[in-house]
């Protein structure tokens, strides 16, 4: 039996690795270790611990590790309690293979207790290219990790180009594509959010066309955070759609983009604008799927939404780079653009889907070679 | 004025950024900043505080980092420690660019500081290659860092080759050829190491041959350091030569080494070999220059003894795949195999000297490229 | 000349040490070093930096501790954070004397660090007795501290008891009461506080009869913050009186008491309460002063305003057993009851002041102390 | 089913709990929780983990918090590693008790962790009166603490004085009794130190009269720890009668101690003395038992010592003023004053037995105890 130990740090990560701690679970030779920490504990940025308990995991380990503070220094600090705490966390787990997902800042912390305490590291989504503090993470954590899930063919070959052995990476498409499946399955929009979840605003109509908002502040421009939100905020007020706007994650900057919004409620009262904290992974993709487009910056709106066939508006440089199909317009931090490619994209109805990010089996693909691969540490440039 | 802080993490670092901070003093333009912390301060392993103190450099910060315990805890914990601190130390100082050296554990502590609190982030000895969890470590800096500055040709390729932008990187030389050339120049040995540092063990002669012996644990293989340097001890034992032992640097392992030599000396107590902490890095390189040859897997055997043309014998895996001149031997951690090579060494006398890792003016041009360069933050992968 | 470094930690810790400040630079044989950490920093809930510097002083570190959470895992992760990072600013400043002030959880970390470090340590507002945790903590920085200065007789009588040396307990008055001396002397309310910091809610007229009101959660009892604040807001609101309401301290408990507050502005949009942050010591002492009275649980409350004769009402435990003069009436968290009050103290008008807790000269008189006391660190119980 | 976590920091603290740790598990209505943190898991001072696990105890979590350096940093910042992770543990544990053990500096993590988190503490040992650090933490700690187990009448007639509820205070003794006890009924030397735990030095005879040294650094006196061992060393080789030395515990000048004693060995050799790192707690009081006195300033001279009737010289300020029967004779850091009174101990022989530290029975009163207090977090002081 191999013991395999993920570890989540915040909210978007857990669909990101869902299907494959359900593979974990069903696997007979694999056991399943689960940590969660940083922002995924704090309620304020909805916790994703209701969810993944359940769902029917069990965690292991519960780590605070959130330094408090809108300015850069929160991230290397909080950064360091978790490589701190998760030091002890492993010594006392001692897990076969680490499993890390994707580029958030602290997510070096799991990357390095797991290399210098000598346990195998894996790495899901490596490879990718997009702007922000991310993308220095992304690829750290790469020359940090033994094994390599890439979600598309392009990622799987700039991790070969960055001189990580072949016989180390394997495109295996990107787990959330497997939830997202099962939602291009069985898409009915079959809750009402308001009711189920709660927020604040307006209630609204979500039975005819609606939209979606999810705007992130952007690390290295994070003093402009406020501005930049200020624009979304303009232009969708002013098309009053029907539209459910989710509250950023935790992010220097993230301060700045709640106080915008909130400001900004208080002043002109949007009419037509509900704000939520967050909802399950499955339902959010629901409620994507049945939307006439989504808006920001999120990752879901390049990954998820071309897999399930939903346009999006991509604003500003969180993205750039990233590889994408053609559900998306980009556009610059400017309300007019952002009104623009709103009024294009709901009139462009379902647009073609995609399948760049995987065919929804990648869950089942990485359980399979984590069990399989041999337990290596080494390693060494290939050039 | 740009304000550049220097950071140094351990005894050997300084020896690679010294002539660096000299140019940088020098320079009309720059303005020093230095933080010195983790093993650095440690006397057991040999403050390198008093040396840096000595040649006039002011430190602005010392920081004690180093967490107990010969376990792979350690290492993690360590930088934990380094990173929480040093990020309240950057709030404090708000240097221009940070500067990093080389590839021990604890210097990723700065780089994620930097990069994550937008600071730009230079680092001296990327691109190299080698074996233990210094590879890893060194690459993940290189995709946290802005600029680069590369020993040699090779490895400026090899930093290209991973993604980062040609205009970032510079093939400076490594500043230690800077020191090695004044000791090229001027390399008598004229002060007693043994009256000078002070030690353990039999006096001996070193107005003949003598040997110079420095051997670090290997990280990926901490569990055998005891056993490792037996060998050496035995072999080095046998052929009976006059011999200056160095202590190993502090490392997950080093306690198993320390231990090692202390016990062989109980049991054996050797009449020509004597162990000392520590010397000047000057007074270590006229050492050197003029021993028979240099035993162990130091990285000064392979960069600046080719420099000046020292024999040297490498063991075992830690400096596997660097660029070496043909000053080198290598051989397994076998007390027959160290024996031989030793010989062969002695025999050979002075032999050619090797220019691969610089020409011995790499601290003026890093300097003057850090007065120049672009204060950037954002990259992204050439590919 | 001695240095005499003042750790200040939470914002109304600078009220209470602003004078010693003043007296201490001004004495020719100290020198001031200011380390400002914690919840000091947090904008959130009312950064207290711009005040301190507007006033002059510079701030030698500052330092972010505060782990997020609401959890009571918050306050202990928050004071080790404090307590890593002090002990390094202490090795770099080497005070002669470090003086910690009152009560607060994050203060034991100071306390712990000038003890271990065999640095002696004078603790401001000893010898108090009141509810919560604060309890215990000011009793252990007692055992930890070498001198004490006690605000009132009795509290100086308690740190005898519990077994200190009565030569190092020094009566002094409490250093807030210094400020206040200078409010009470010129309390015209010179400025509009609405215009002047700014706030959420409906404005105010405060020509006429206007309450205060500052409610923290007790820790002890985090877990019905959001219900003991609704008992209050909902007084409030009913009586319709202008009210100006601070929001509460960061402590295990001030997300619910926020949220609370927040809810219930949503929810009811009372009509007559401005909500604000925090502002400049003195202005808020004007603000007292002029008010018909102060409800909630502050101290200052019963020490500042029983030296101005300001009514107050005090709510539930959080100040159960503290010193207190005629101005004060005590009730439980219960709406009926502070309404009732709150009528009560309204008619009181201005009652009779009280110097239990010092007359004014505090400040100088722990300066003069502080320059001529010797320099021990050892000490033990008195019986 | 009430759980009671133990806390063990360091290695003496485990015989001082052992017997309360036995009676928990067998108590019906209790369940263990054990924690060892701190220099307990260091092995340079002696791990006291192997002797806890071979006792059948099973470790909940093992955390590394010992940060390197002699200075006096190193104890706040590894109080502050304490403090940071306990918490952790607490919040993934949640007793319902916690119980923390005498005085040593990181004792007061766990005091402040429980207390924080609204967790009722116990402390075992408060209200006796020593000199160094030890003094403040151990009544820093009363005052965080609910439940108070006194090992003497004075102690527990101290802890009332400082304040404390009376009927929280239980005068127990000592637990180290209980385990003494089984020595004093069974106490033949029915081993071979030599030859069970090994050391350095010479062989020495144990047959006959024999001594036993144990001396720690005082932490207020820290520069002058390797002046004062030279003291004891001098008096102990200078009689030159069989010898047994302990090494010291880990506290700033351990690193004096010991490498004053590594020197003296180098220098002088001294022939009948036999240095040992540590034993399990029944063989060092059988070693003691049998010997004809100890040495030093370690506490179990005058608490174990006094209950067998082993006579013990106690060197220093250390131990001062704690109660102490008529087996101890106080001399100062003085070779002569040393040497004469080893030479009145031996022709003393066994001197009168003494039971102020207790009567064998304290585990079993604890446990009894602690299954039946009120779950109270909430005190104040008396008076």
């Not at 997202?180 to 399955?185: A, K």
């Not at 900057?253 to 400001?263: K, P, Y």
């Not at 508006?313 to 199909?325: A, P, V």
Request: hydrophobic share 40%.
């Amino acid at each position: 039996m191999r013991t395999i130990c993920v570890v989540i740090t915040a909210r978007p990560s857990y669909s990101r690795i869902k299907t494959v701690m359900d593979a974990i679970i069903k696997h007979k030779e694999l056991k399943l270790q689960l940590i969660v920490m940083g922002s995924a504990l704090l309620d304020k940025y909805g916790s994703v611990v209701d969810f993944i308990e359940k769902d029917g995991f069990k965690i292991n380990n519960k780590i605070h590790t959130i330094v408090e503070g809108q300015e850069l220094t929160s991230m290397p600090k909080s950064t360091a309690l978790g490589l701190l705490e998760i030091t002890t966390v492993f010594e006392n787990l001692r897990p076969d293979i680490v499993v890390t997902i994707a580029d958030r800042y602290e997510t070096i912390a799991t990357a390095i207790a797991a290399s210098y305490m000598n346990i195998p590291l894996a790495h899901i989504q490596g490879g990718e290219v997009t702007g922000s503090i991310d993308e220095k993470v992304r690829h750290a954590v790469t020359k940090l990790s033994n094994f390599h899930f890439a979600s598309t063919k392009l990622a799987g070959k700039r991790i070969r180009k960055m001189g990580e052995n072949p016989s180390d990476i394997y495109v295996t498409g990107c787990p959330s594509m497997d939830l997202t499946m099962e939602v291009v399955i069985n898409h009915k929009l079959d809750f009402d959010p308001i009711v189920k979840y709660g927020g604040v605003g307006s209630e609204i109509d979500l039975t005819g066309d609606y939209i979606v908002v999810l705007q992130h502040p952007v690390t290295t421009e994070y003093d402009k955070a406020g501005k930049h939100v200020l624009e979304t905020l303009q232009a969708v007020a002013k098309l009053n759609l029907p539209t459910i706007w989710l509250w950023p994650n935790i992010d220097a900057g993230s301060d700045d983009t709640s106080g915008e919004i909130r400001s900004f409620r208080e002043e002109i009262n949007p009419q037509n604008i509900y704000f939520m904290k967050n909802m399950s992974s499955v339902d959010f993709l629901k409620l994507l799927k049945n939307s006439s487009c989504i808006v920001g910056n999120s990752s879901v709106a390049i990954r998820e939404c071309s897999f399930m066939g939903v346009p999006a508006i991509n604003i500003g440089t969180r993205q750039q780079s990233r590889e994408r199909g053609k559900n998306v317009i980009n556009v610059n931090y400017s309300s007019i653009e952002i009104e623009e490619a709103i009024l294009i994209q709901i009139n462009n109805k379902k647009c073609k889907k995609d399948n760049i990010y995987g065919t929804g089996d990648a869950g089942e693909k990485i359980a399979d070679i984590l069990s399989r691969v041999d337990l290596k540490i080494e390693k060494r440039l290939t050039y």
